[in-house]
């Protein structure tokens, strides 16, 4: 069981750093931070709806991004290892098929979690930001930005005066300053009771839906898992985008075919549909999202994970098989 969890560990690090090392990975978090700006400063007429309008473009935002860092994750973390003989290498040591696709997976996981923190914390910064209907926030939209500038300066001149990989340590900085910034702008907020709004003029309930997002992203990146096992680069992009619109679609195709019944509850199970995680239509009713609630979403996923892991296990073992015969 030690040497279990000592090669799981080793191989969780290296999909980590790998999956968080792709250039593509600190674009895509640099991207979904200043498209989130952009919505912040961006004046517009909403009657009294701003926080709603900015909470729903940001959450979608997080959503799209994750999807896309979990899918090209997938494929630099799982394809390109399968394709180009490492697992046999990794295997021969020897490796469970489990440990080697559990191991990879939660790599993939954590540098989601990376990405997805940095702009969870974003999106209750713009709730902050844009509290006010006839003012905006400049001094915390230029801490905001700061924070950017100052996280990819200092890992610049770290990565200049002492080396190593820039990128995967840029985006852990990125959530460092950006906490710190967040942190130090919540200090200088003042408490209030009124609306959804508590401490230093943050929306909190806004936390609960990036968590449920971040569940939308772990059953995102086992159904990728399974996929990366039986597809090429190439198709498991397609399928990825398959799978995203699915999860968009499921529910409504559910409720207009299947009903209520027995056998809808079995196709909400099995197939990946957001509308179970998705909580800003109860927010904007002012209700606010129970932890149970939180926890059987987080059950869910984890669960769906699970059996899609444990498949996607079989279908390894079975494409090993066949290279080695």
């Known amino acids: 069981m030690r040497k279990w969890l000592q090669q799981y560990g080793a191989l969780s690090r290296n999909a980590f750093v790998v999956a968080l090392g792709s250039p593509f990975s600190l674009v895509l978090a640099l991207t979904i931070l200043s498209v989130q ?20 473009q ?15 994750g997938a494929a630099i973390v799982f394809v390109e290892d399968i394709r180009n003989g490492a697992a046999p290498v990794v295997m021969s040591r020897p490796v469970s098929g489990f440990c080697f696709v ?16 940095l702009a969870s914390v974003g999106c209750l910064w713009l709730t902050k930001i844009t509290a006010s209907a006839e003012t905006l926030d400049s001094a915390g939209l230029s801490l905001y930005v700061g924070a950017v500038v100052v996280a990819l300066v200092v890992m610049a001149v770290k990565h200049y005066l002492l ?13 460092v300053c950006f906490l710190l910034a967040f942190s130090a702008d919540l200090g200088l907020g003042q408490f209030t009771a009124e609306g959804a709004h508590g401490f230093g003029g943050v929306d909190w309930q806004t936390g609960k839906a990036c968590l449920q997002v971040f569940f939308c992203l772990v059953v995102f990146s ?30 409504t195709a559910i409720r207009s075919l299947l009903g209520n019944g027995l056998p809808a509850t079995f ?21 606010a999202v129970p932890w149970a609630y939180v926890m059987r979403s987080s059950v869910h996923a984890f669960c769906y994970c699970l059996v899609a892991l444990v498949v996607a296990t079989w279908f390894f073992r079975r494409h090993e098989l066949e290279g080695r015969a």
């Open 37 to 56: 700006a952009f919505l912040g400063a961006l004046p517009f007429f909403t009657f009294g709806e701003q926080l709603r309008l900015v909470r729903d």
């Open 267 to 287: 196709a909400r199970v099995v197939l990946p549909n957001w509308q179970l995680y998705w909580v800003n239509d109860t927010l904007a009713e002012g209700r």
């Open 222 to 251: 086992g159904v990728m898992a399974l996929l990366a096992t039986v597809a090429d680069v190439g198709l498991l992009l397609t399928g990825a985008v398959l799978v995203f619109f699915c999860g968009m679609l499921s529910e």
């Open 163 to 175: 080396g190593g990989c820039y990128v995967w340590q840029a985006n852990v900085a990125l959530v």
């Open 102 to 117: 559990a191991g990879k997976w939660s790599g993939l996981v954590l540098s989601l979690a990376v990405i997805h923190s």
């Open 58 to 72: 940001s959450l979608a935002l997080c959503l799209l991004g994750g999807c896309l860092a979990a899918g090209l």
